[in-house]
């Protein structure tokens, strides 16, 4: 039990102490050599910790606890091909698919890298006839719009992709994602897009999803209404033989996705290859997964003081279980990761958002975090009066040193808006750790607010790749220390199933003008009868 282990304990009797006083952020940021004792400059990451609410101590102990878990070993073991995912009896290998190393790669006897290879070098050349014009829309025209049809694992981490990286997308492609069963999802896509040069992705494993299967059929009715059809406009990213990939129902092009990459982590799949690669360019693409690939290498390899994933993984835990903060804002002070936050919540709040242990027992702990965010300096509009004064929760924030636009450099009150960015940044972290005391107690602040921040140089396909790993491996680090399983999401199934009710319920209506809901659940009866009636 992990609550048991010696290690834990003392970090318990820590927590007392970093609460005392003398303790507060305010004087450990003052100390000697806390930047460099507090901070690591690994694998194109910078990851200053200087402003979480440690000391030399504490961090000694949350090694020794990563150390007493084997949590390095562990995550090797992971990339190896070992059933992690314990629950599933399965592998957990979406490192393989950022991997050029020679090695093989085992899971159930068989090495995966000759598949991972072979979908790679699919997407090379699909991209590379795309581009060509080799492969076009039934009418000959070039393809211009390209739609993600998914949700989410399917199309979160892909569009916080490209969206970081849409200064390199000089394909003259526009990526659209319609990830929301809702119709009006649909409406703003069809309103914008070319049918005759649009190409349709649909990304599913098992071709099951109820919202993504209502969406396909209605594009494939819209295709059809157009003359159009599903061989000429629509491919496929899901497993083999599934109804997705069905020679009976030709598509373009169907690409394989495998039962040891979990949605959430399959954006360096080929949910993630194939509308990239034609949105930026295969070879981008690839210089994206080297990226990803540099950080799975750096996780492995360097030591649990050294390791940036797992130390943030490790602060992590020491924010959630000792000193009781129950979330964790992600702020990028990067107009390009606007979408980051959306794509952490779903990987961290579904991995690891669990109360039972990996061997099925009740854990008696807390386990993952509340995860929001928006991009710096917006955020500080919207919620930083909470997290200055109100209710305290610790912050990652993220900076990037050369922004992509940086011919403009007109000056207002004497520095550019990239130096105007950068001065938010870190007066933010700064003042949250301070404070400030005031007469006016609504002008007083008490400071004493973690964060950490991280920095990459550009926004590069390499450095967007790094970032990606680095809260892949974030994630897990923190699951294996709390020893959860973070590649299942039943709880994700439990509303898909009472839905499924529901929708019958709906059907027969469908069917049946004069059928009467079941008025058994008067409640939902209620709600059924608002929409069958179109008012309230």
């Known amino acids: 039990m992990l609550t048991s282990l010696p290690e834990w304990a003392q970090l318990a009797v820590h927590a007392r102490r970093m609460a005392l006083p003398e303790n507060h952020l305010k004087y450990l940021i003052t100390q000697q050599h806390r930047l460099e004792n507090f901070s690591l400059l690994e694998a194109g990451l910078f990851y200053d910790f200087s402003r979480q609410r440690l000391d030399a101590d504490v961090l000694k102990n949350l090694i020794d606890l990563a150390k007493n878990r084997n949590i390095i070993q562990r995550f090797q073991e992971m990339i190896s091909g070992d059933l992690v995912n314990t629950s599933e009896k399965r592998a957990a290998l979406h490192t393989a698919t950022r991997s050029f190393s020679a090695d093989p790669v085992m899971s159930n006897g068989l090495d995966v890298m000759p598949d991972t290879r072979r979908i790679r070098d699919e997407i090379r050349q699909f991209s590379t006839d795309i581009h060509s014009g080799k492969i076009t829309g039934a009418n000959g025209e070039l393809f211009t719009d390209v739609v993600v049809i998914g949700i989410g694992g399917s199309y979160l981490g892909t569009e916080f992709v490209a969206t970081a990286l849409q200064n390199h997308a000089d394909k003259s492609i526009k990526l659209h994602f319609l990830s929301n069963v809702d119709i009006d999802n649909f409406g703003a896509i069809i309103a914008c897009i070319v049918p005759e040069t649009t190409l349709w992705i649909v990304i599913s494993k098992s071709y099951t999803t109820a919202e993504t299967l209502a969406n396909t059929n209605l594009v494939i009715n819209f295709l059809t209404e157009k003359g159009l059809y599903a061989k000429n406009h629509i491919v496929t990213v899901t497993s083999k033989g599934s109804p997705g990939d069905d020679p009976a129902n030709p598509v ?104 039972v242990s990996r061997n099925g027992e009740l854990m008696d702990i807390l386990c993952g975090s509340i995860i929001f965010g928006e991009p710096g300096t917006n955020a500080q509009h919207s919620f930083f009066q909470l997290a200055h004064q109100g209710r305290p929760f610790p912050i990652e924030f993220i900076g990037v040193v050369n922004p992509c636009h940086k011919k403009y450099t007109n000056k207002s009150k004497g520095v550019t808006n990239h130096q105007e960015l950068w001065a938010n940044l870190m007066a933010q972290a700064q003042s949250l750790a301070t404070g400030k005391e005031d007469i006016d107690k609504a002008k007083s602040f008490s400071g004493n607010r973690p964060s950490s921040t991280l920095l990459i140089n550009s926004l590069s396909p390499a450095n967007i790749g790094r970032l990606l790993a680095f809260y892949e491996a974030k994630t897990v680090f923190e699951a294996f220390i709390w020893d959860i399983n973070p590649f299942d999401q039943y709880g994700v199934e439990l509303g898909k199933i009472m839905a499924k009710d529901i929708r019958n319920e709906m059907a027969e209506k469908n069917k049946n003008p004069d059928y009467q809901f079941d008025n058994r659940d008067p409640v939902r009866k209620f709600y059924l009868d608002v929409l069958f009636n179109h008012k309230i």
């Not at 993630?272 to 295969?282: A, E, K, N, Q, R």
């Not at 020491?318 to 009781?324: E, S, T, V």
């Not at 903060?325 to 690891?352: K, R, T």
């Open 252 to 355: 373009l092009k169907s690409f394989h996705m495998f039962d040891y990459i979990g949605g959430r982590y399959s954006v360096t799949s080929a949910v993630g290859g194939v509308p990239l690669s034609l949105y930026l360019g295969y070879d981008r693409f690839e210089e994206f997964l080297k990226g990803a690939e540099e950080i799975d290498n750096h996780a492995i390899s360097a030591s649990e003081g050294e390791n940036i994933p797992l130390i943030a993984a490790l602060i992590s835990v020491w924010n959630n279980n000792f000193l009781g903060y129950p979330a964790q804002g992600v702020i990028p002070y990067s107009f390009a990761l606007s979408e980051l936050a959306a794509h952490i919540q779903q990987l961290s709040m579904e991995s690891n958002g669990k109360s």
